[in-house]
């Protein structure tokens, strides 16, 4: 018995359609919620392409280390953001997802892309961190 299996299995949550629930996300609010979701999107995307590009073509920005790893920050972020809200709008569809390995991909993927996006943050801190020190020292 595979991961999938075992976990559908276990979980009666991720077991199928369960057609006793009705779908809380009916009417307006579902299309409200698409809404929001493309405008972040598009919002992300573009915001952290101005980000990187502005880094990309600036020299005096190219040579600090610092923005480069913000650059990195805000292509971790466009990563998370053209990923995961897409997938969350097809989540809001009702008969869009039935079946349990799709939401299985998308909790993986909202989750490495997460990380990645703190993990960048938290090394771009420490990275300020001591190069402050290192400068300060000379």
Known sequence: ????????HDTPALAGNS??????????IQYVLIIISVIA???????????????????ELREEVTNILVANLALADMMF??????TVILLVQPDAVDSSTSCLIYLITMVTLTLT????????SYAIKHYYHISTIF
């Open 1 to 8: 018995m595979g991961i999938i299996e075992t976990l559908t």
């Open 19 to 28: 057609t006793d629930v009705d779908n809380e996300l009916d009417g307006p």
């Open 41 to 59: 999107m598009i919002f992300i995307v573009g915001g952290n392409t101005l980000v990187i590009l502005t880094v990309c073509l600036t020299r």
């Open 81 to 86: 953001g053209m990923q995961n809200i897409p």
């Open 117 to 124: 996006s703190v993990a960048t943050l938290t090394g771009k």
